[in-house]
Every structure is written in structure tokens, then in C-alpha cells.
């Protein structure tokens, strides 16, 4: 059974401070990684995608990827009241989607 | 560029009773999905379309769930009859191409059987 797992939360983080999420796989053959942001009541949108090994900078947002440890992380640096919302990472493996459950992140002003 | 229309937004049915979700996909876009998604959870893929050929089903309760998208271009969901369970929020995305993660999801449609 091919698991992608989030801390749920919620995350509670300061205004201006860096927000540091965290995902794990298990399927070491995946490929490619995906954090979409879903606010309350609204759908999922895609705010990053990576799909080799190291950083990936978007503005104030960064993957990372580990393909060693199986782990993908996303930092937002200068967290905004905005940023509050349930990141989702997703794990592209054989050709599926694998969804993790979400972690809720909460900027504190 | 239009994005990923659904209808209805609500819908609420008692249990037994059928309902059915629409989807039109981003224009150009061969590659269409239906996910559930149940409060607190990642979305659930219940089919997924590559025009009007079914790529995946394999999570679709085919007993009470149905799918179609005879034209490759819009799609249906339907469901009879409904079952408590089933009270959740339909998605639709779509993608330009096959096998990728980058998807476009609708407002979905959230729904409440009684």
C-alpha cells in the first residue's frame, strides 16, 4: 500500500516567521512531488511541484526534496495571515496520484 | 482561460435517492478526474478519463457510482442510490497531459445526504 503522510496539525506559526511543512512516502520508486494549498471551503490549487533532488524556490515558497529519506518538505518564509490554509502534498507514483491527508497551517498576526 | 466548471455547488438528498455532478474541463485538456473528498482527508480518486477512454476505476464503488464522458470533453458522476457515506465533497480537475500531478481542480460540488 503506497502511503504519503502529513502531519495533520494543526501548525501554528507566527506572522513573519518561516512555516516549515513536512511529508513522507513510501514508495521509493516515486517520482514526482506536489504541494497544493486548500483553503477553508475551497478547492485544492497547486503551488509547487518538484521532481529532482535538492531546493526548489518559488518566490517565498521552497521545496525540498530528499529522495534518500523519502521525505518532501515546503517552507514559506515571511508567513502571512493569507498563507492560513491545509497544504497538501501528493506523491506521484506508477503513474498515481497518491494524496496525503493535509496538514492545517494557522499564521498567527 | 476559463477554468474547471462544476455544477451543482450544493446538493442535498436523502438517503436512496440519486444525484448527478457535472464537470467541463479546462479547453484542450484530454485528461479529466472525479476525487472524493471527505472532511479532514487528501482527495480520493474515484475515475480517471484520458478523453472518453477510462483510465482508472479502480477506486469507483461501481455497485451505486457511475461515470461518463462520451465526447471527451464534459463529464458525469452519478450516484445511486446514495448512502450516508457518500456525503462528501465531488471534485473535478483536469490536466493537459497524462501521468502528471499538476492538475486543475474545479469548486467542486459538496454533498450532503440525509
Known amino acids: 500500500q503506497k502511503e504519503v503522510e502529513q502531519n495533520s496539525g494543526p501548525l501554528s506559526v507566527p506572522e513573519g516567521a518561516i512555516a516549515s511543512l513536512n511529508c513522507t512516502y513510501s514508495?521509493?520508486?516515486?517520482?514526482?512531488f506536489f504541494w497544493y494549498r486548500q483553503y477553508s471551503g475551497k478547492s485544492p490549487e497547486l503551488i509547487m511541484s518538484i521532481y529532482s533532488n535538492g531546493d526548489k524556490e518559488d518566490g517565498r515558497f521552497t521545496a525540498q526534496l530528499n529522495k534518500a529519506s523519502q521525505y518532501v518538505s515546503l517552507l514559506i518564509r515571511d508567513s502571512q495571515p493569507s498563507d492560513s490554509a491545509t497544504y497538501l502534498c501528493a506523491v506521484s507514483s506508477n503513474y498515481q496520484l497518491i494524496w496525503g491527508a493535509g496538514t492545517k497551517l494557522i499564521i498567527k498576526p | 482561460e476559463a477554468g474547471v466548471a462544476q455544477s451543482p455547488r450544493y446538493k442535498i438528498i436523502e438517503k436512496r435517492q440519486s444525484v448527478a455532478f457535472w464537470c467541463n474541463p479546462i479547453?484542450?485538456?484530454?485528461?479529466l478526474y472525479w476525487y472524493q473528498q471527505i472532511l479532514g482527508q487528501g482527495p480520493k480518486l474515484l475515475i480517471q478519463f484520458q478523453n472518453n477512454g477510462v483510465v482508472d476505476d479502480s477506486q469507483l464503488p461501481k455497485d451505486r457510482f457511475s461515470a461518463e464522458r462520451l465526447k471527451g470533453v464534459d463529464s458525469t458522476l452519478k450516484i445511486q442510490p446514495a448512502k450516508l457515506e457518500d456525503s462528501a465533497v465531488y471534485l473535478c480537475?483536469?490536466?493537459?497531459?497524462?501521468?502528471?500531478?499538476?492538475?486543475?481542480f474545479g469548486e467542486g460540488s459538496r454533498l450532503t445526504v440525509l
Open positions: 479547453s484542450g485538456h484530454a485528461t
Open positions: 480537475a483536469s490536466s493537459q497531459i497524462l501521468n502528471t500531478g499538476e492538475l486543475f
Open positions: 514508495d521509493r520508486g516515486s517520482q514526482s
